[in-house]
């Protein structure tokens, strides 16, 4: 695959490098915003080499390439140089509605940050494995070992310093300074603080009661901050004279961005984070095999539309505050169901060509990534996509029904399997039976239901 001639052909199909507002790319997607959508030409993208198929959502055009993504993005790149996007100004001719924006602004920010989430929960789920085998088989516990404490702090730095991170993909979504508003974050991390802000006594700050809150690990809080960062700094930017900005702006976005974020901002970040783990944990408490069968149901339909975004913060403040989700390990259901319907394809269609893509797509989906199977077969033949659908709802009402959690975020796939593994006996063997209905009964009905099968 000539990887540059793919990225000439979508940036042509784009409408060429002044057409370009944004640029990014997560897992399998190079999402674009177009100053003018009217004169991309989704055809003539979708018929580059490499590129399964072009979805435009949440004000974006999502180019889906699968896992090459990365070489074609840095390609691309070349094309157009990431200074020329970053510091653009234009606004796009298009209007979106608020809630594209919050869904866009969400994948923005979280995006970047899920391959090293991923990998993190990788570590945390191998270490839990050999921490039971060692304790099962001879009495060692290696928790207390100081090469698992190290490991482990590796598996976990990550969410314990969320508020730095999350402080600089939400500044390059809210286009402020990315130093300053990891500072804020940093000073959220900082061990003082953060002993101050959980010990026994009142706090107070220039003689003013302070909300007292965790904040280490935490993520809406420092997302609200450097939100209203943005309009700060511009604020600050047009009223103080060019000669002293560079030194006043920084000092007086920190001077009044840190009292705003104690009194007003973190506290409704909290509230507003318990506010949404409650009512998920509301509706599991419910019913844990509705919430399961309809996660597992729909994970992959909200992909379609991107959408599944908005839960990511849910299993990551999980994760953070508890140290386990179980909202992953629902989309693991979703995830098995796309790579069982993918396979079906490959042993029903008589197409060569979509019997390639089909094994490829499915063997990716196993790996956590969906969008190949979703686009290049599933979706496309409709009837596997439903088929896909059910049996997730039913792999994943099964790991409801047992109390599957993971101890870790991470993508849901064959390798993060170790991740279930700490939620003992009946509960791992809940998810694993649930991924392999979600997986065999999708291919099995996707071969014996059938399909529009399409010409060579």
């Not at 055009?61 to 070489?71: A, L, R, S």
């Not at 979703?334 to 319907?341: C, I, K, L």
């Not at 060509?353 to 409709?382: D, Q």
Request: proline content about 4%; hydrophobic content about 50%.
């Amino acid at each position: 695959m000539d990887y540059k001639k793919t990225a000439e052909e979508i940036l042509s199909g784009l409408g060429g490098k002044n057409n370009i507002n944004d640029l990014s790319h997560c897992m399998t997607r190079i999402r674009v915003k177009l100053n003018d959508t009217s004169i991309a030409d989704k055809e003539k993208i979708a018929s580059a080499e490499g590129v399964i198929t072009v979805v435009e959502k949440m004000g974006q055009f999502q180019v889906v390439i699968g896992n090459k993504v990365t070489k074609v993005y840095d390609e691309f790149i070349k094309l157009v140089p990431e200074k020329d996007i970053s510091s653009s100004t234009i606004e796009t001719k298009e209007k979106h509605n608020i809630g594209n924006k919050i869904l866009s602004s969400i994948a923005g920010i979280f995006t970047p940050t899920i391959p090293a989430i991923a990998g993190s929960g990788m570590i945390k789920g191998i270490l839990s494995v050999l921490a039971m085998f060692y304790m099962n088989k001879y009495g060692i516990n290696i928790k207390e070992s100081q090469s698992y404490i190290i490991l482990n702090a590796l598996s976990d730095a990550i969410f314990f310093f969320m508020p730095i991170i999350l402080g600089y993909t939400a500044a390059k979504v809210f286009k402020v300074n990315e130093i300053i508003s990891m500072v804020i974050g940093a000073t959220l991390c900082y061990p003082a603080f953060a002993a101050l802000m959980t010990g026994d006594a009142a706090v107070s700050f220039l003689g003013l009661p302070v909300t007292k809150a965790t904040y280490t690990s935490s993520v809406i809080p420092i997302i609200i901050a450097v939100w209203v960062l943005s309009y700060v700094q511009k604020f600050l930017e047009k009223y103080i004279p060019e000669v002293i900005r560079i030194i006043m702006v920084p000092t007086l976005s920190l001077l009044i961005m840190l009292p705003a974020t104690l009194f007003i901002f973190g506290p409704i970040g909290i509230y507003l984070g318990n506010a949404i783990n409650f009512s998920y944990k509301y509706i599991y408490g419910l019913s844990p095999v509705l919430c399961g069968a309809f996660i597992g149901g729909l994970w992959c339909v909200l992909v379609i539309f991107g959408a599944h975004r908005a839960l990511l913060p849910i299993g990551i403040n999980d994760v953070a505050t508890t140290g386990r989700q179980n909202l992953l390990a629902f989309a693991g259901a979703a995830n098995f169901s796309q790579a069982g319907a993918a396979l079906g394809v490959f042993f029903k269609t008589k197409n060569k060509n979509l019997k390639t893509i089909a094994m490829s797509a499915s063997v990716t989906a196993l790996f956590g990534i969906t969008e190949p199977a979703i686009y290049g077969t599933n979706l496309r033949l409709k009837k596997p996509m439903i088929l896909a659908v059910i049996c997730g709802s039913v792999g994943g009402g099964i790991m409801g029904l047992g109390g599957a959690y993971g101890n870790a975020f991470a993508n849901q796939g064959i390798l993060t399997i170790p991740v279930y593994a700490e939620a003992g006996t009946i509960a791992f063997l809940s998810y694993l039976g649930g991924c392999a209905i979600a997986f065999l009964g999708s291919a099995i009905l996707t071969y014996i239901v059938g399909f529009d099968d399409i010409k060579e």
